[in-house]
Every structure is written in C-alpha cells, then in structure tokens.
C-alpha cells in the first residue's frame, strides 16, 4: 500500500507564518496541472506497482484549483496507478473557497475527505494571521460542507498566538467541538525563519507566548477534547471514531509515498527524494521530462532516528521486534537502554515490547525523541 501527495503552491494571500512553498501568481496553474499530469507517467513507477490508498492534496491551497483542474489530475492518477476502491482522497481547502457552487462542484469529484484550515475562531487572531476567512465564515464553510454529505472532515486549529489568552483558547476549543466533526489537528505556531512573522517577532513587534501558558493550553485541549470523544493518536491530531487521517498516518507507519508538485517529498522505503522548491524550474523540468529531484540515502543511523521520530509520535509507538529486524541488535539494545531512564520516569512505557509516550512524557516529546536519536 501506498500514497500520493499532489502539492498545490497556488494561495490567493499569504500567512504570515507560512514558510511552505507557495506564490500568489497563478499565471502558472495551466502549466502547473500540465506538469502534474506528466509527473505521474514519468514517475508512476516510483512506488513500485503497489496499490494506492490514500491521495492528499496539500499546499498551499488546493481549493483555489477548479473542477476541471482536478478532473484532469484525478484522470491522469486513475490511468497511472491501481486505486483502492476505498481509497482515502483528501483536499486542504480554505474556508472563504468554500462557498457559492464551489462546493457543490466538488462533489461531483471523488473527495471523501476535507481538511480545513481554520486556525483560529477568534476574528483578532485570523487578523493578525492574515487569513482570508472570519469565524463565522469558518463555521458557514462546515456546515455547507456537512449538509452535501462531507461527513470526514477535519480542521486545523492553531495555539500559542501572541496576545493569545487561555479564555480566548478556551472558546476556539469550544467552538471547535461544537461543529460535531471527526477530526482536528492542532499546531502550536512556530516562528520560521523567512516569514513575517518571524521578522516581527526580530523586530520586537511581538512576544511569543509564555512557555508555561503553552503547556497549559496544550494541556487543556488534550482534556478538553478527550471528553468530546476524540482519541489523541499522534502529538498533533486528535479522532473521533476512529476517523484518523489514514494519509497522515502512513507516512508515521513508514509506507511509501510519492509526492507530486514543486516541494513535494517522496519515500521509497528506504530512500527519500524532493521535487525541487521552485514552480517554475519544477514545470521546465517535468516539460523536459527531466524532473528537478534531490534525493537522500539515509545510512543507518538516520533510518533509525526516522524510525523513532515518527513512532514515538502515535498511538502506535515504537516496536522494539521491527526496530530490531530493520536496525539490528545492536540497535535495539541502544534504544532500551536510553529509553529506560524515561520509563522509570513515567514518560515512557514499554507494553509488549511497544515503546509509547504517557500522557507526562507528550509535554516533553522532544526531549525524549532527541534522547533516543543516535549520533555518531
């Protein structure tokens, strides 16, 4: 099993934290659709024949390409790959692109899944993070896509804003539950470097959050969140159901991916490759039928610390049996010895040979996966 990501760098603004690849100029999307569609027959073979079960458009914003630019990309993944007839399909779209026909027209695409981006239910935050939508907006844009029969839908919700309060959390939360969907996912902002945000926090225009507030806001919407029914099953993301991002958890599983677009990452099992960061270079070279990739051969060392970065991260864990028969003995043994101290700690347990975090040892995640890496 394997899955297909489609990178869309098209947005009609952009965020102030964004450091994705992504431009404003949409003058390329034709060529774009084009080049996506011949880097699937120039690199269908990248995954080796196997079935594909999940495909996710990402960017960017993928709700600014029209119905006829997925129908074209959706033909060409058909006609190039074998599809799962339950095939998970998701797209990230904005909530001001969910309105009007819009969506209504999506429907008629094979999309089963949607991912929001609400960010924030707080119209200062959404301000301040310059997106397009108002809250109510953002509310609007779930209930349309409930009533048309959308019912996996996830959002996006973001903490750790300058000026945030717990109160001002504490009614995004609410408002989130109460939309009655499966899915959220929920990143504390990150100051990147090459961003406005970052620039004003350089500046002195800004102050990041209070790290012992983070901790209490992180820790508020695991409880608040459990109570609604949702399973926290990856440090980020959080289910109802059973309901998880199936996209999302494979790559944490290790299975294959390949990426399509500018930016777009890949994995073959064992090695990892990039399209190159540039829209323009990226249609020149598909155009060419020499597509722009850099690709990494991780030794062992870094295979392992990918093992533990993504495992340690879910539900799932670490398992010491598949740890050992991918890395060896001699790697297993480093990673129980390390681990230990965690253990006895409380921030770690091992059940079944399965390494997990507890609830203790989320709040120092970090720590714990940088522990276990190995270094030489």
């Known amino acids: 099993m394997a899955g297909i990501y489609i990178h869309v760098p098209f947005c009609k603004t952009r965020c102030i934290y964004c450091d994705f690849h992504t431009r404003t100029d949409m003058s390329p999307k034709h060529d774009y659709v084009s080049a996506i569609c011949k880097e699937i027959e120039l690199r269908k073979n990248y995954i080796s024949n196997e079935t594909v079960q999940t495909i996710y458009f990402g960017g960017g914003t993928p ?15 058909y006609a190039g790959f074998n599809v799962v007839s339950d095939v998970e399909i998701t797209m990230e779209a904005n909530p001001d692109d969910l309105n009007g026909k819009y969506p209504e027209t999506l429907r008629k695409l094979p999309f089963n899944r949607l991912s929001i981006g609400i960010q924030s239910f707080d119209d200062d935050e959404l301000k301040f993070l310059k997106r397009r939508h108002s809250a109510e907006r953002a509310i609007e844009a779930v209930r349309i896509c409930k009533s048309l029969g959308y019912d996996n839908i996830s959002i996006d919700l973001m903490y750790g804003l300058p000026n945030q309060t717990m109160d001002i959390w504490h009614r995004n939360l609410d408002r989130a539950i109460a939309l009655d969907i499966h899915h959220i996912s929920s990143y504390h902002l990150v100051y990147e470097q090459e961003t406005r945000l970052f620039r004003l926090f350089e500046r002195g225009d800004i102050k990041p959050v209070d790290e012992d507030l983070s901790v209490e806001m992180f820790s508020a919407m695991i409880d608040r969140l459990g109570d609604a029914g949702f399973e926290h099953y990856e440090i980020s993301a959080f289910a109802k159901n059973g309901l998880y991002s199936r996209h999302n958890s494979s790559y944490w599983l290790g299975a294959k991916y390949l990426g399509l677009g500018p930016a777009a990452h890949s994995f073959d099992g064992q090695n990892r490759a990039w399209n190159i960061a540039s829209t323009p270079q990226y249609i020149e070279g598909i155009s060419l039928g ?32 598949e740890l050992e028969k991918r890395f060896g003995a001699s790697m297993k043994d480093y990673c129980t010895k390390t681990v230990q101290k965690h253990i006895d700690r409380g921030f770690v347990t091992n059940t079944d040979n399965v390494l997990r975090l507890t609830r203790k040892g989320v709040f120092i995640s970090d720590g714990i996966m940088s522990d276990l890496m190995r270094v030489e």
């Open 63 to 77: 709700s600014q390409l029209s119905y006829e630019d997925f129908l074209k990309i959706f033909d060409a993944i």
């Open 290 to 321: 020499i597509p722009a990739i850099e690709i990494e051969y991780p030794d062992k060392n870094t295979g392992y610390n990918d093992f533990i970065l993504t495992g340690m991260r879910t539900v799932w864990g670490v398992n010491l049996g």
